[in-house]
């Protein structure tokens, strides 16, 4: 079982900034954190940002200019700094990792991040 500890989410006002931390005990060989998604009722998961071992990033349309991925290869965390925050950014946000052991993708259990007045 993947040991994964999401955290950062909250409420926020529009405008403001929020910081999501996904981190894991297990070394980076081993499980590989790919980046953020996230997910509003009855829509698909999307992918927010994701950023890879040699720290390439690729961001949604969206977040450009406002969301930044970064990694702290030491701790095995990767972070999603989230500034200017809008309404519409309002989600559960899941941090998705590779795991080479069973050569597959597992999730977190998500954080709820509300962006509201």
């Known amino acids: 079982q993947v040991q994964l500890e999401e955290s950062g989410g909250g409420l926020v006002q529009p405008g403001g900034s929020l910081r999501l931390s996904c981190a894991t005990p297990t070394s980076s060989s081993i499980i590989k954190i790919k980046g953020w998604y996230r997910q509003t009722p009855g829509k698909q998961r999307e992918l927010v940002a994701s950023i890879s071992s040699a720290g390439s990033t690729v961001y949604a349309d969206s977040v450009k200019g406002r969301f930044t991925i970064s990694r702290d290869n030491a701790k095995n965390t990767v972070y999603l700094q989230m500034n200017n925050l809008k309404p519409e950014d309002t989600a559960v946000y899941y941090c998705?990792?590779?795991?080479?052991?069973?050569?597959?993708?597992?999730w977190g259990q998500g954080t709820q991040v509300t962006v509201s007045s």
């Open positions: 998705n990792v590779y795991d080479t052991y069973y050569a597959a993708d597992f």
